[in-house]
Nanobody, 125 residues
Framework: QVQLVESGGGSVEAGGSLRLSCTTSAYTDNWCMAWFRQAPGKERENVARIERDSTTIYTDSTKGRFTISRDNAKSTLYLQMNRLKPDDTAMYYC????????????????????WGRGTQVTVSS
């Protein structure tokens, strides 16, 4: 069983930055890793994902502001979030699957096998 633990959430003013981290309990170097978020009353959405070769994909609303990265030596996934907006307020989740990101892709990430418990990000105007 793979465990994912997120950290780094918090409250910040609009325009500020946060860096989220996700540590994994198992070898995930060859896995697809991703960040999702869910705001109250809204569907879960993919924020960014990263393939095992470090190819990255972003949703349009975060492109240019967020950066996903992975440090396999530390078994850690990161999400650097800059120029935060109130619309970025949500619970952020780390997810992993033992196959390429593009395989069986769904907008909600239902195909991901492992999930963290989430870390709250709140952006005030």
């Amino acid at each position: 069983q793979v465990q994912l633990v997120e950290s780094g959430g918090g409250s910040v003013e609009a325009g500020g930055s946060l860096r989220l981290s996700c540590t994994t309990s198992a070898y995930t170097d060859n896995w697809c890793m991703a960040w999702f978020r869910q705001a109250p009353g809204k569907e879960r959405e993919n924020v960014a994902r990263i393939e095992r070769d470090s190819t990255t994909i972003y949703t349009d609303s975060t492109k240019g502001r967020f950066t996903i990265s992975r440090d396999n030596a530390k078994s850690t996934l990161y999400l650097q979030m800059n120029r935060l907006k109130p619309d970025d307020t949500a619970m952020y989740y780390c997810a992993a699957k033992a196959r390429p990101c593009w395989q069986n892709w769904t907008p909600r990430g239902d195909e991901y096998e492992y999930w963290g418990r989430g870390t709250q990000v709140t952006v005030s105007s």
